[in-house]
């Protein structure tokens, strides 16, 4: 079973996605299930995990409700506001609604935070507890300048489920190194609670140039690092068509897969994924 495990749905006619400017023209259109469920039939993936966009609860609910009469959404990662003290509140509403089955995570766009130890304020901690107290896991939306707090904040919270965002966003178009993203990621190795997407590396390569041997590196450092055991594979699509097709980030996983064997291939495809969000099979 291939599951891919981070990917957006978003309408720009119904609602304001400050993050898409201009230079993102060519993704300001709706995409939906409609529009994804060809591209997963071609690329024979089985299942799926929708992302929020932006800071909203009703976006993780529309989520939930699209998910419960879409097949192959196996999980939503949604969005509640981790400071708010009733955040353990708004997660049991969430979970006890319509499609609640299928929340499985929760998300912020830590790296747009002015503050980089955002993640260690009082009550982003007292959120990320309602969190784990709802047994969800949290995505780690973060650069090389946030990794430490994320670090901090995994290892204090060991029995929460962490997964790191299209690994850590190195500076992939620099070149085959980075070596403060290295730096930063390097201590993950030893948190067996934190995984880490494969995703989201081709546009953080070249987006008219890049070829499977940029993000490949970066990808072989994030095993080791972590051991195909914690990493899954992630199209973030459709942001990835800014650089590529679906077929294309998929073929460049594969690539850089290519010294694994079957097994841990799987895994990475698809069985991971299953285990650290719980998805139903």
């Known amino acids: 079973m291939i599951v891919d495990s ?3 749905f978003w309408d720009p006619s119904r609602r304001d996605y400050p993050w898409m400017g201009d230079d993102l023209a060519a993704i300001r259109k709706p995409f939906g299930p409609d529009e994804l469920r060809p591209l997963l039939q071609a690329n024979h993936v089985d299942r799926t995990v929708v992302v929020q966009t932006i800071s909203s609860v009703d976006e993780t609910r529309e989520f939930l409700s ?7 959404i196996g999980g939503v990662v949604g969005w509640v506001d981790l400071t708010d003290p ?3 509140g708004t997660l049991a509403d969430l979970l006890g609604g319509p499609g609640g089955q299928n929340l499985v995570g929760v998300r912020h766009q830590v790296h747009d935070e002015p ?4 993640l260690l304020r009082d009550d982003v901690l007292r959120g990320l507890q309602a969190v784990g107290d709802a047994h969800l896991a949290y995505d780690l939306l973060v650069r090389t300048r946030e990794l430490p707090s994320a670090h901090e904040v995994a290892r204090n919270f060991p029995y929460i489920r962490f997964v790191i965002d299209h690994i850590g966003k190195p500076r992939i178009s ?3 190194r980075d070596p403060a993203w290295e730096q930063a990621m390097a201590p993950f190795a030893g948190l067996a609670n934190v995984s880490c997407k494969l995703s989201g590396m081709v546009t953080e390569a070249s987006w008219t140039e890049w070829t499977p041997d940029d993000p490949a590196p970066y990808v072989h450092r994030v095993l080791d690092w972590f051991g195909p055991e914690r990493c899954m594979f992630g199209s973030d699509w ?3 068509l800014l650089a590529a097709s679906y077929e294309q980030v998929l073929d460049a996983l594969r690539f850089a897969l290519s010294d694994l064997n079957a097994t ?12 650290v969000y719980r ?3």
């Open 86 to 88: 009733g955040v353990g």
């Open 115 to 118: 503050d980089e130890r955002w």
């Open 6 to 8: 981070h990917h957006h």
């Open 264 to 275: 841990e291939a799987e895994g990475v495809l698809g069985g991971n994924a299953i285990r």
């Open 174 to 176: 620099a070149g085959p």
């Open 279 to 281: 998805l139903a099979r």
């Open 66 to 72: 699209t998910a419960a009469k879409t097949d192959f």
């Open 238 to 240: 459709p942001v990835c």
